[in-house]
């Protein structure tokens, strides 16, 4: 719960601010820790169509160089290094 509280206050941060790159590593570290809680985002990938929503989802509503874009692609790029495999958002 604290992760989903502290994710909805990155709107308000700049996106160099250095809450982003913590907030992205501790949300990392969670969902490596805990992978039944990945099961949402990895299911979503089984199919192109599915991995296609789940980039519209992921990243709706957000400015290309916002705090939000941010913390999304940091986050993802420590899953993928953590071994997770996640569609990608410049993949179709």
Do not use: C, F, N
């Amino acid at each position: 719960m604290e992760l989903t509280k502290r994710s909805a206050e990155v709107i308000g941060w700049a996106p160099d601010d250095p809450r982003v790159v913590e907030l992205a590593t501790d949300m990392a570290e969670h969902y490596l820790a805990h992978p039944d809680h990945l099961r949402i985002v990895t299911g979503l990938q089984a199919h192109t169509e599915t991995a296609t929503r789940y980039r519209l989802i992921a990243h709706h509503g957000e400015e290309r160089d916002s705090a939000a874009a941010r913390l999304a692609s940091l986050v993802e790029a420590r899953l993928r290094a953590g071994g997770i495999d996640l569609p990608r958002p410049d993949r179709g």
